[in-house]
Structures are given as structure tokens and as C-alpha cells.
């Protein structure tokens, strides 16, 4: 275990060390200073509710440490073919799981790192502009099944579940960067993903077809189980069969992932 984690810690200097990694991290410092402060300028009015400013920004945020954490995904095994860096790690005594499973959990950390940022930033800008208060005001749909609870609890799970989101592109980056070696592919699928899934879907829907709520792209968005809604209001869907279904698409995923890289031939 000591041993695995060690090439835990190399995979996160790989990341800690790049000049990109500060900026995007940078960036999800500034992002919700400026928007709060510019909202709050322009509009000149500092009576809003910082709970509902927070949401907002997060939604924001949050699409962009996708972003980041994709990026680093893709580099994460595709860079090391790129750059020949990959034999210089093959030929130490791990296996090859071991290196694959020390990339993924590194960049699992990468994006806790960021949303604990998201969070801590977007709650303190917005409680020193606004002021803070307990008052959710009306960031909790009456149709929500966190009604009546807390505005911590609320937005915990709200982070829990975009969390999850990011989790499964990232997924399908890294399995594309393991299985095509193209960093630029995985990219730009999973980009697509975030982005067009949901467009794809809604469209997919107007054929009134059944096995559509079976595609990943409708089981992305569990934030609006969150808001009392489905991501297909016109499908018989719950929070339990997107999860299981995300499960599903997590696990297909990885295999690849580790299927391919275990019989990739480096010297190839």
C-alpha cells in the first residue's frame, strides 16, 4: 500500500508542478470574485441572497474544473506515449494496474482539491459582499426533496452530485486517452460530452423511444433530481436507476481503460 501511494505522491507532482495547474486553480479563485463583485457593481444592490449568487457561480465554476480535471485526465496517460515517459515508468517494479490506478486517483484528489477551492471561494466572496445568512431564499425549489432542511445540507449534496458529473466525463477522458493515445481526442469527446449530451438527448426524446433514458447523457444532470425534477420529464426515471445506470457506464469505462493498457504494446 505505502508503495502505491508513493506513485500517488508522483503523480500529483507531476500535476503540482506544471505551471497550468496554478493557473487553473487561479482561475477558480477569480472567476467567482469577479462575478460577485461585478454583479454586485452593476446592479448596485448588495441586499441579494448570497446562497442564490453562490449556486449560480458554482454551476459556473464547476463546468470549468470539468474542464481542467479532462485535461489533465487526457495528459495523464496519453503524454506519458507522447513524451516516451511511459517506458521509464514500465520498467520500475510496479504493475501496470498500479500505475494506471495511481494516475486515477490522482486526478480524483485534483478535483477535490478544486471543488473544496469552488466552495470555500464562492461562500466567502458572496458572504463578505453580501453578508451572510441562513436564509436559503428561494434556491430551494418547494418540489425539492431537501426541503425543510438546511442550506448546508442542500448545497452539500448539490456539490455531491455535480461532483459525480465530473467524475464520469473524467472517466471517459482517461478511457479514451488510454485506449486511443490522443490527448486532443479525449479532449474533445469529453468536452462534447459536458457540453452536447444534453442537446443529443433532448433530441433523442422526441422519438418517444424507451432505451433513451438508458444513455449516459440522460443520467448525467442528477442535479435535477436535486430540484424535485427528472433529466427527462417524459421518461420513467429516479435518482436510483441514474445512479445505477452511471455505475454501469463507470465501470465499462475503467475496464477499458485498464483492459487496454494492460496488453498496450509500448514498444508499438
Known sequence: MTNFWNLVQNENMKIYLRLRTWIMLGIIVL?????????T????????NMWELMGTETIIVFSLITIFTVVISAESVAGEFSAGTIKLLLIRPWSRSSILASKYVALLLFSILQSIVCF??????NALVLGYTSDPGGIIPESSPMEGHSIWAYMGVHYLYEWLQLV???SFAFMLSSAFRSSGLAIGLSI????AGGTI????????KAWVKYILFANLDL?????????????DMTLGFSLIMLAVYFIIFNAVSWTVFRKRDVAA
Open 31 to 39: 472567476i467567482p470574485i469577479l462575478l460577485t463583485v461585478g454583479l
Open 41 to 48: 457593481l452593476v446592479t448596485d444592490d448588495s441586499d441579494g
Open 120 to 125: 470555500a471561494v464562492t461562500w466567502a466572496i
Open 168 to 170: 464520469m466525463v473524467v
Open 192 to 195: 462534447f460530452l459536458l457540453f
Open 201 to 208: 438527448t433532448g433530441l433523442l426524446t422526441l422519438t418517444d
Open 223 to 235: 442535479t435535477s433530481y436535486l430540484d424535485g425534477r427528472s433529466p427527462l420529464p417524459n421518461m
